[in-house]
């Protein structure tokens, strides 16, 4: 059976004749390319930008082999079998060391290992080097092409395709086959087509409440809403909603829905007023004594060492350093259980390890028992402060080896790779539960006390089933630069 490439993921097929195509990596955008175009047996294998020339030209064959220049063939090194093996071409020889089996999920097996071609440390830069790793599911082992032979089955697609003017970050989420199990907002819709409500407002003159919700499907918050329902009182976030359409709705810890320790009480609604588009919606203010929680373990949020993505936006000018603004994946417990418990964005200017660069505050992964900074648990020189009046933070997991951190400015500029690498040790394979947090750590605001300790403003983000590549990462920090925040 000859084998081919396909242009959403790599399958088995038998066509007519082998098919050449550069070979995508889906991480990255960039192609596998044999460096600095040699010819010679042993020359290495990395990623650059996809060119069209020869040394990014792969040809498959009868007997399973990656072919380029017509003669060479990708090759494992020596034969070997360890994690991080290089890989390199040389002349075609028939030996199980340069045969590949291309799977319908997009990676690419070595046949004599029984191990994935790996872009090395989950890097995206021109020059990263190709070896083979223990496959584990990562966006740096999954592979695209850049032509399409013909008709081929339905998959997931691997990598984020051209999205229309207007598509919402879940619009792309769902785009790049990471679709949205969890998506909140009190400034606009997550998805072009929701039209429902964002939020909940409860007023302390006669305790009446108000849903508010858009205008129109896909906009802004009904501020003017808010404010009429409000005016002359104060009103308070009782619940934030769900756009998903999977229930996992937020309501604030010490309501009857999630009863909290004595401490615990909504935010107030009108705190921060802002701009999105031009107009006016609010933010979810919080301030120590404020979190929402919500039980979504049934609802379609990983659990255990299933992979998961997410991101907010949130304020680099309303921050503290109290136990734990957080948003993300949490114990159904509310107790502080395991280390992989929870996998959660963190944004403060708490640095529990050391080592995070300025004054904060850091973009970091709440993964109980610890918030990590990426790197060594001493020192991550990638790290740096966003004191950015808007910021979008981002953290995914895939559930056993790797976990990666970004940020940004949300009014201009791309996401920054603060972290990308191992899982710290005892954090494999994660223990997550499923329930989610906003506004404070997992072991808060039980009902037989504790209380929230942090400070922190939440305009909107959203979690997401599987492992987001990082051109759906960077598709919705556009997404968010272009809905405009000021």
Known sequence: MLATLVATALVWSEPASAATTPLIGTGSGRCLD?????????????IWDCNGQANQQWTTTG?????????KCLDVTGAGTADGTAVTIWDCNGQNNQKWRLNTDGSVTAVGANKCLDVS???????????????????????????????????????????PAGARPCDIYASGGTPCVAAHSTTRALYAAY??????????????????????????ADAAAQDAFCAGTTCVVTVVYDQSGR????????????????????????????????????????????????????????????????????????????????YGNSETTRKADAA????????????????????????????????????????NPNQRAFPHKFVTATLKNNGTSRFAIKGSNAQSGSLYTLYDGSLPPGYSPMRKQGAIILGS?????????????????????????????DATENAVQASVVAAGYR
């Open 34 to 46: 044999v460096s600095g175009a040699s010819q010679s047996n042993g020359a290495s294998v990395q």
């Open 63 to 71: 007997s399973s082999e990656l072919r380029v220049y017509g003669g």
């Open 121 to 163: 440390g989950y890097g995206t830069a021109n020059g990263t080097k190709v070896h083979i790793w223990t496959c584990h599911g990562g966006t740096n082992q999954k592979w695209t092409t850049g032509t399409d032979p013909g008709p081929t089955p339905t998959v997931t697609p691997t990598s984020t395709p051209t999205l």
């Open 195 to 220: 039209g429902g409500n964002l939020y909940q407002v409860r007023r302390s003159s006669d305790n009446a409440t108000r849903n508010i919700g858009l205008p129109v499907a896909g906009g802004v």
């Open 247 to 326: 229930g996992n709705d937020l309501w604030y810890q010490g309501s009857s829905v999630v009863p909290g320790s004595p401490q615990s009480r909504p935010a107030v609604a009108t705190t921060e007023s802002l701009t999105v588009g031009g107009a006016k919606a609010y933010s979810l203010y919080i301030n120590p004594g404020n979190s929402y929680w919500r039980d979504g373990h049934l609802t379609g949020v990983p659990t255990g060492s299933a992979p998961e993505g997410m991101y907010m936006v949130t304020s680099g000018t309303h921050v503290n350093g109290g136990c734990c603004f957080d």
């Open 340 to 379: 992989g418990a929870m996998d959660a964005i963190n944004f403060s200017t708490q640095c529990w390890f050391g080592g995070c660069s300025g004054g904060g505050p850091w973009v970091q992964a709440d993964l109980e028992w610890g918030l990590y900074p990426g790197g060594s648990q001493s020192w």
């Open 441 to 469: 750590g997992g072991d808060c605001c039980k009902p037989d006390g504790g209380a929230n300790l942090s400070a922190g403003t939440f305009y909107e983000g959203a979690m997401v089933a599987g492992y987001p590549s």
